[in-house]
């Protein structure tokens, strides 16, 4: 029995070791420090994320979305702006792999033509994007007044 226990001991020693080790070397590498702007990071459609509560809608100013006749005038394209203006104005750093997003966040998506595009997920912390179908995590550099942006202009 003490054998069984001290063999358990060791593993679970050795386990917490390199888990560590990945976790220091991940956050001294350049991966986890590196800066990018919101059009380096901009991903490609993926599906709605399943935890937003609200959303922001991206139109473009003349264009016809959905199965609308009339044109989007300006002032229904301001607030559009407004988001991608938000989130051009940071930078970016990427999260830890294994931390997930909050629940009840801000989905953002642009609205143009006949397919909605689901861009961003906004948790209230980070900013997260679609990277080949799955939802990649950023930390911006000022959170709070992203943060206060996204939630003044979000459909609630």
């Not at 069984?4 to 220091?24: D, P, Q």
């Not at 997260?128 to 943060?147: F, I, M, Q, V």
Request: charge should be neutral.
């Amino acid at each position: 029995m003490k054998k069984l226990l001290w063999s358990l001991c060791v593993i679970a020693v050795l386990l917490s070791a390199f888990c560590l080790g990945l976790t220091a070397a991940y956050i001294t590498s350049d991966y986890s420090t590196e800066e990018f702007s919101y059009e380096q990071i901009k991903g490609s459609n993926a599906d709605p994320h399943p935890q937003s509560a609200h959303f922001i809608h991206i139109f473009y100013e003349g264009d016809f979305p959905g199965m609308s006749d009339t044109p989007v005038s300006a002032e229904r394209a301001e607030p559009g702006k407004k988001v991608l203006n938000a989130l051009q104005g940071q930078t970016y750093t990427r999260l830890f792999p294994l931390i997930r997003p909050s629940k009840k966040g801000i989905g953002i998506h642009e609205v143009s033509g006949c397919t909605p595009s689901y861009t961003a997920y906004w948790d209230g912390k980070h900013l997260w994007l679609p990277n080949e179908g799955r939802w990649r995590g950023y930390a911006p550099s000022n959170p709070d007044k992203l943060r206060e942006t996204l939630e003044s202009l979000c459909n609630k």
